[in-house]
């Protein structure tokens, strides 16, 4: 079976700080994807990355950065320089299907990150 | 592209009534669409798969009776809570994924519906 674990119930930061947000997965799979999502306080889920087991190479989108390491089934997040509007809920998520993730997904608990001024 | 809409966003009813939340894709055709709960500061777990024209996939744990799935359209899939209790009071969450056209078929969410049962 497979389990995401987001250790980190809640983080507060102050704007301006990197915070990283750690995600650990577990999957019996070779072939898998991995999803980040935010959820703000409306309750809509925003779709921030995917990525596939294939491919190891970090990303970085604007202030966001993904790593990805197999090697300690982790796919972390970081945000740089953060801003009040980043603060939200941040899932993520695992799934095995190998077309792309349109399978059911597995979500960890979530990390409520809080950015304050 | 890939916009999904749920009906109602929220909604109140009393105890013992039936609710009936929508879950559309509204320029894509989707055979399958997910249903998820999310109660208060919890997690997404799914709850179903609907696929159209079949019975719904209900995950270990979900009472099939109690929340009826119908997919009876490309781009329309219904959840109905039968006999609400207060406890079924949760933040639910379709999915629907696409049947072409998208990058390696990957499934885009609805805006969620607030259901409240007093």
């Known amino acids: 079976a497979q389990k995401v674990t987001q250790a980190q119930t809640e983080i507060s930061v102050v704007e301006k700080e990197d915070v990283t947000l750690d995600c650990v997965y577990e999957?019996?799979?070779?072939?898998?994807?991995l999803f980040w999502y935010k959820q703000p306080p409306s309750g809509e889920l925003v779709f921030l990355i995917r990525?596939?087991?294939?491919?190891?190479q970090n990303e970085i989108s604007g202030r966001y950065s993904w790593n990805f390491q197999k090697s300690t089934s982790s796919f972390n997040f970081t945000i740089t320089a953060s801003q009040v509007v980043d603060s939200a809920v941040y899932f993520c998520a695992l799934s095995e299907d190998p077309t792309g993730g349109g399978n059911k997904l597995t979500f960890g608990t979530g990390t409520q990150l809080k950015v304050e001024l | 592209g890939a916009v999904v809409s749920q009906h109602p966003s929220r909604v109140i009813c009393k105890s013992g009534t039936s609710v009936k939340i929508e879950c559309r894709s509204l320029?894509?055709?989707?055979?399958?669409m997910f249903w998820y709960r999310q109660f208060p500061k919890q997690s997404l777990m799914l709850m179903a798969t609907s696929n159209e024209g079949s019975k719904a996939t209900y995950e270990q744990g979900v009472e099939k009776d109690k929340f009826l799935i119908n997919h009876a359209s490309l781009t329309l899939s219904t959840l109905t809570v039968t006999s609400a209790h207060p406890e079924d009071s949760s933040f639910y969450i379709c999915?629907?994924?696409?049947?072409?056209?998208?990058?390696?078929?990957?499934?885009?969410f609805g805006p969620g519906t607030r259901l409240t049962v007093l």
């Open positions: 990525r596939n087991s294939f491919d190891e």
């Open positions: 320029d894509f055709q989707a055979t399958t």
């Open positions: 999915s629907a994924r696409p049947v072409q056209g998208y990058v390696n078929n990957e499934q885009f």
């Open positions: 999957t019996r799979d070779t072939t898998y994807y």
